[in-house]
């Protein structure tokens, strides 16, 4: 199989390539290979963390080169940072770095993005830690004008395949946050409780679209959730919540995103905390107990 399983409905479901808060670059040496595997399983997507810094969230790769390894790799199955957090990075490159890759992968990419909670890797990097908010604001509108090549005298490199620049997903709860999706995004992404959340969170965001007189067409809405298999075995690590409850079936997760679905969610992004030993047979599990009865479902 080698095409994305997508409900009736279209809700999405992606996977993140290597277990949560990995311990040591050697568990990341199979990434792409596993997404390849992800691809053939039929997930529309694959999703790459991003911290400049090992710490409390392990390891991670950089999620530009690893989602570049990736496209090289495979043909179909879209590229999603989840989520690249916006204000360490210069905006003209990254908008040449983020145009090339949709390039490169023929339209596959998405850009997600967060204003970051870590102000370590902020001191690290030299960025002002108060001033993420504001920057990310600044930048997703000269990444959108730089991807539209509004400006000759500042053309980047290539221009992205998507007309336009690719998606943009945009992180965070508060109504900072939820305006900067308004205003910026394809989709709103965050993690979600449950139908009720999803609901306030849509109405939310038309509320604000609302009274600040913006008419785009709303984003969508997006999650990320954690999923641990029946039957496998947990990291030693509390990931919070976990979708169809800590003692999770097929069908108490397929009801879960079912009830999502209903609620208005567009896509879903999963985290496997389970060991690196146990990762390719979760996610094959995923995709033959979950996305097989989700699409009837």
């Known amino acids: 199989m080698d095409e994305s399983v997508e409900t009736s409905d279209g809700l999405r479901?992606?996977?993140?390539?290597?277990?949560?808060?990995?311990?040591?670059?050697?568990?990341?040496?199979?990434?792409?290979e596993t997404a390849c595997t992800a691809e053939?399983?039929?997930?529309?997507?694959?999703?790459?963390?991003?911290?400049?810094?090992?710490?409390?969230?392990?390891?991670t790769p950089d999620p530009l080169v690893m989602l570049?390894?990736?496209?090289?790799?495979?043909?179909?199955?879209?590229?999603?940072?989840?989520?690249?957090?916006?204000?360490?990075y210069n905006p003209i490159v990254l908008a040449h770095?983020?145009?090339?890759?949709?390039?490169?992968?023929?339209?596959?990419?998405?850009?997600?993005?967060?204003?970051?909670?870590?102000?370590t890797e902020f001191d690290a990097v030299g960025v002002p830690f108060e001033a993420r908010g504001k920057r990310?604001?600044?930048?997703?509108?000269?990444?959108?004008?730089?991807?539209?090549?509004?400006d000759p005298g500042r053309r980047i490199g290539v221009a992205p395949c998507t007309a336009g620049g690719p998606p943009v997903w945009v992180g965070g709860q508060s109504d900072a946050a939820l305006l900067r999706a308004v205003r910026f995004g394809a989709?709103?992404?965050?993690?979600?409780?449950?139908?009720?959340?999803?609901?306030?969170?849509?109405?939310?965001?038309?509320?604000?679209?609302?009274?600040?007189?913006?008419?785009?067409?709303?984003?969508?809405?997006?999650?990320?959730?954690?999923?641990?298999?029946?039957?496998?075995?947990?990291?030693?690590?509390?990931?919070?919540?976990?979708?169809?409850?800590?003692?999770?079936?097929?069908?108490?997760?397929?009801?879960?995103?079912?009830?999502l679905r209903e609620a208005g969610l567009g896509a879903c992004s999963l985290w496997l905390p389970v060991p690196t030993t146990a990762f390719a047979d979760a996610m094959s599990w995923v995709a033959q107990e979950v996305m097989s009865q989700l699409k009837g479902h």
């Open 13 to 32: 479901l992606g996977i993140g390539p290597h277990r949560l808060w990995t311990d040591a670059e050697v568990e990341l040496d199979n990434v792409v």
């Open 40 to 59: 053939q399983l039929g997930f529309d997507h694959v999703i790459a963390g991003s911290h400049v810094l090992a710490g409390e969230l392990g390891v």
């Open 68 to 88: 570049s390894a990736i496209a090289g790799a495979t043909s179909r199955i879209g590229l999603a940072t989840s989520v690249l957090i916006l204000p360490l």
């Open 97 to 119: 770095q983020t145009a090339t890759l949709d390039r490169l992968s023929r339209g596959r990419f998405t850009l997600g993005v967060g204003t970051g909670w870590d102000r």
């Open 136 to 150: 990310t604001d600044e930048y997703l509108a000269e990444l959108g004008a730089l991807w539209r090549g509004e």
């Open 187 to 259: 989709a709103w992404y965050g993690s979600i409780s449950g139908p009720a959340e999803l609901a306030r969170i849509r109405g939310r965001l038309a509320e604000l679209a609302a009274a600040s007189g913006i008419e785009r067409e709303l984003p969508q809405t997006n999650s990320v959730a954690f999923v641990v298999p029946p039957g496998f075995p947990a990291i030693n690590r509390d990931p919070g919540r976990l979708l169809g409850g800590p003692q999770a079936s097929a069908t108490s997760i397929v009801d879960e995103l079912g009830a």
